[in-house]
């Protein structure tokens, strides 16, 4: 979990908002500590201020217990009132820890509280942290797809940037996460969104991971048998990352391939297919408006 609290969270001066010693409190985070349901319930049912903040982060209990992953915990203090939306020192929600934690479940706790709440709580789902990432940002990182997937249906922003304008997509990449890219891709992510030293993720996947677009374009294609000889074998194209651009250009990240001096990559299936696709797409349009220039030439 040292991830929630490295370097780039050092960067605000902003002030916990309880760091006062609380007896109760000690003895709530304890209990998560230890994961014990009979002291977490003595001590609630004794009315213990269960949204305080205590620490060095200033964390509340929630964040304590999504950060162990304590998932009957974790349901005990939101039934009990525990707030979804709330920081610690570094502007992180429990979210943010659920999404370090590679924690689906209680990633899906805490959401469907929030929802169930809509009404009367700010929703944290798209709540920036001092790095300015997301709850996505930190999923992606940590290459948790399940994640990833309950996060886009909760109403991530997919390209949001943070604070090195880096997207989701960004902290999958170079955290050479394909399984993640191609969650991020397939919830609308751009291929071709670019940070603040101007890497897209494309070219960053070329330069700095060796078979990076080849593993991402293998695991767009999907196969309904292991074996490759069978008759009835059937074969799945995704072509997500082949049409993956800010400008809804299908070419844009096929060409960019070819730039960036990966010709090669056109060679592979993926490619081939997409490229073959097309052709049969425009075709007609080619031969027409090569009859025509055929006969202007020929006429004149």
Not at 244 to 263: K, Y
Request: hydrophobic content about 40%.
């Amino acid at each position: 979990m040292s991830s929630l609290h490295n370097k780039h969270s050092l960067d605000g001066s902003s002030t916990p908002p309880n760091m006062s010693f609380n007896p109760d409190i000690q003895k709530l985070m304890m209990a998560v500590e230890i994961k014990s349901m009979n002291n977490l319930m003595t001590i609630l049912k004794a009315g213990a201020k269960i949204n305080e903040h205590e620490g060095s982060f200033s964390e509340t209990t929630l964040h304590k217990a999504v950060m162990n992953c304590w998932e009957e915990g974790v349901h005990t203090l939101l039934n009990y009132g525990a707030k979804v939306f709330t920081k610690n020192q570094f502007g992180q929600t429990p979210l943010h820890y659920a999404a370090c934690a590679k924690s689906m479940k209680c990633t899906r706790l805490l959401l469907q509280h929030e929802q169930a709440h809509a009404n009367a709580t700010k929703m944290s789902v798209n709540h920036k942290d001092m790095r300015g990432r997301t709850a996505l940002h930190d999923a992606a990182e940590q290459s948790s797809v399940d994640v990833i997937k309950l996060l886009l249906k909760a109403g991530a922003i997919v390209d949001d940037k943070d604070k090195d304008e880096e997207t989701p997509l960004h902290k999958a990449a170079k955290s050479c996460a394909v399984p993640a890219m191609l969650a991020l891709l397939n919830g609308g992510a751009n291929l071709t969104a670019r940070d603040a030293a101007g890497d897209s993720v494309l070219s960053y996947t070329l330069r700095h991971i060796p078979g990076g677009m080849e593993a991402l374009f293998d695991s767009c294609l999907v196969t309904n048998t292991r074996n490759c000889n069978a008759k009835t074998l059937e074969v799945k194209f995704n072509f997500i990352p082949c049409i993956s651009s800010h400008d809804n250009n299908q070419m844009r990240c096929l060409w960019n391939i070819v730039e960036f001096g990966h010709a090669k990559l056109l060679k592979h299936p993926l490619c081939e297919t997409f490229l073959l696709v097309k052709w049969f797409k425009v075709k007609k349009f080619f031969y027409i408006q090569f009859m025509y220039y055929f006969l202007y030439a020929i006429l004149t």
